[in-house]
């Protein structure tokens, strides 16, 4: 099937609340650029100044991204605390053209546990929860700019 469109990725705007949890921006921009691949609907390009937009077939692509971090301490018992933490990511993702545009939204998150039993701690893959979410949350933003432009398509 036939590129629905051609992307030309340009800016990606991180806000970050988190304490402990980032994502580079290269990192977003890359799981981006292969997820929307991914769907077989879109060519994707990175932006550069001296590109025109020739057709009404490519669009301009702005990505918003909100990171964030919460705690929660619960108390199992004298011996237990149950440390749980709570990483998410957002993402907006603007595609527009002279006459068109099309939003996409998405959102993931991933639930941790963080306790320490009697004074040891289990030790996390870090960069492998923030991957889980980075790649769940560039796949889903995907696939909604994907029904974005199928309904365009049918207007």
Known sequence: SEPMATLYLKDIDIKNSAKTFNIAPDDVRNALISALKETNCF????????????????YILNAKVTLNQEEEVVEKNIFKKE??????????LQAYNENKKVNA????????DKSKILGF????????????????????ASLALTDGFIKLQGK
Request: charged share 30%; hydrophobic share 30%; aromatic share 4%.
């Open 121 to 140: 701690k289990n030790e996390r893959d870090v960069t492998g929860d923030n991957q889980t979410v980075l790649q769940n949350a560039t796949r889903k």
């Open 43 to 58: 060519k994707v390009f990175s932006f550069n100044k001296s590109r025109t937009l020739e057709s009404d077939n490519e």
């Open 83 to 92: 440390q749980k933490e709570l990483i998410s990511m957002a993402i907006v």
């Open 105 to 112: 939204t998405a959102k993931s998150e991933l639930s941790t």
